[in-house]
């Protein structure tokens, strides 16, 4: 029999996007008791290092600007991107939670506005959700820690990983957290996973993303897919395994990324041959890292002018890239030329605008991307409300799963993946999760 050190209503593990959202809209119920155990928020999370565009469809911003969308349209725009049918209601369950919650944190205090600057491959609609300083994730999950201060029924646990699941009879009915290096013993009502993927595990990425090659990392050294096993001994399922979000937008040597919305402001993708080798709106990041990992060396030249650096400065990316001198100034075709080792003329052949487009005019903005591999997107099998399933498609009791933890969006290939995904994913799930484990108490 085990010894409980302690006993809560629901155990989150991680303490990022998925586990804060879930623990902020559990504890709306003065009845549960809920701890977020948290590896270590000085390590971080992928969610703080994001760029925090929050995808929704339906919301107040874009009634505003104007824009017509619909959660439907955003489920639609996801699944014809991923084409992974058997996820469809999933999907729709996030897109349908998106917009309140989204209004939602705004009415937290928090400042968000609709990007309507930030146009994405695969997207029908402008619906990316952004804090109205550009500052990224980082921002927005200050905010939403500082908001669990507040509630006096839950603890953040910092520097306490969780190291196994504890079950009885195939439920899940407690976590061992180590805590200055002591096991404890923690009983819950629920568990949930929040953990995020496996992208930070060399062994797992290995074994399950081989085809990545050897990218720049970009993500948080947390994402070690602690949780998949031990829900896998419980009889859960690991699905899109192969999938990930990656990123054709990492600067070579300096690991910031250029703005995915360059691209729609004509900018171009030259490789070390000096060729134009692809229609750079037509992907997505992720689907653009696959595109560059078959370049020579790996790489190419993003080129663009004052015109669309004017358009994009001032996104978090641009500012990071701008202030680690990761972007060089060409003011002449020669110049730029002579970076690319190429004549004037040939690299005036190369710029020219593909029909429909911008011409680029001096002076220029190069530079060197490559890709890199940011977050897992395969996971768990999970329902609409996160319940972890067997193979039978039966819930495990007790057993929930959101965020990088479960199955993602992307479908079965990294080129599935659609802007704002990750995001949506960890904190929808977060936020349907946790209304439903709210409710299960009576207040
Ligand atoms: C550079 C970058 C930019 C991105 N930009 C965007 C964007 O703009 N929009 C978007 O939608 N998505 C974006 N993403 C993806 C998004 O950040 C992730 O999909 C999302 O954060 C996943 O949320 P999560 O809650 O599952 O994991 P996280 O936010 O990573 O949180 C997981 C937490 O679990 C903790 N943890 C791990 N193991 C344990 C353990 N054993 N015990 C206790 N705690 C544990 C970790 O320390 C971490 O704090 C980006 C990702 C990266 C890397």
């Known amino acids: 029999m085990t010894v409980w050190d302690a006993e809560v209503d629901v155990a989150v593990v991680g ?7 879930t623990a902020l809209r559990a504890a709306r119920n003065p009845a549960v008791t809920v701890a977020v155990f948290e590896k270590s928020a000085r390590e971080g999370c992928n969610a703080a290092i994001s760029s925090g565009s929050l995808a929704a469809g339906g919301t107040r911003w874009q009634a505003a600007a104007g824009i017509e969308d619909s959660p439907e349209r955003h489920a639609e725009d996801i699944l014809r991107a991923s084409g992974d049918e058997e996820w469809r209601q999933v999907v729709e369950a996030l897109c349908g939670a998106a917009p309140e919650m989204v209004h939602w944190i705004a009415d937290t205090g928090y400042p968000i506005e609709l990007g309507t600057d930030m146009p994405r491959a695969g997207m029908t609609a402008r619906r990316l959700h952004t804090d109205t300083g550009r500052l990224g994730g980082g921002r927005l999950m200050r905010h939403l820690r500082a908001l669990i201060d507040k509630h006096g029924n839950v603890a953040f646990v910092d520097e306490a990983p969780v190291i196994d699941l504890v079950s009885h009879l195939g439920e899940a ?3 061992v957290v180590s805590q200055n290096g002591s096991p404890q ?24 993303l081989p085809h990545l090659g050897t990218p720049f990392y970009g993500g948080v050294s947390t994402s070690t897919g602690d949780a998949l096993g031990w829900a896998l001994r419980l009889g859960g399922q690991l699905r899109n395994m192969g999938a990930a979000l990656r990123s054709g937008l990492v ?3 300096h690991g910031t990324r250029v703005s995915p919305a360059l691209p729609f402001n004509g900018a171009v993708l030259v490789n070390l041959d000096g060729e134009r080798f692809v229609d750079e709106e037509s992907k997505g990041y992720s689907s653009m890292a696959g595109v560059l990992r078959r370049q020579p060396g790996e790489r190419a030249a993003m080129i663009w002018d004052a015109t669309a650096m ?3 400065r001032e996104s978090e990316m641009m500012r990071e890239c701008l202030a680690a001198g990761a972007i060089h100034d060409h003011p002449t075709i020669k110049d730029l030329a002579a970076s690319l080792h190429r004549t004037p003329e040939e690299t005036e052949r190369a710029l020219i605008p593909f029909p429909g487009r911008r011409h680029l005019t001096a002076p220029y903005h190069l530079a060197w991307v490559t890709h890199g591999l940011l977050a897992t997107q395969g996971g768990l099998v999970i329902d609409p409300s996160g319940r972890v399933l067997t193979a039978a498609g039966e819930p495990i009791p007790g057993l929930y799963a959101g965020g990088g933890t479960a199955c993602g969006l992307a479908g079965p290939h990294s080129d599935g993946y659609l802007s704002g995904n990750g995001l949506l994913a960890a904190f929808g799930m977060g936020w349907l999760i946790g209304d439903n484990l709210s409710s299960k108490h009576r207040s």
Do not use: Q
């Not at 923690?186 to 595990?201: E, K, T």
């Open 185 to 208: 013993r923690i009983r819950a009502g629920a568990v949930v996973l929040a953990a995020d993927g496996f992208a930070g595990n060399r062994a797992l990425v290995e074994e399950h």
């Open 251 to 253: 600067v070579v040597d």
């Open 310 to 312: 004017a358009a994009t």
């Open 173 to 175: 009915t407690g976590v």
């Open 15 to 21: 303490g990022g996007a998925c586990g804060v959202m």
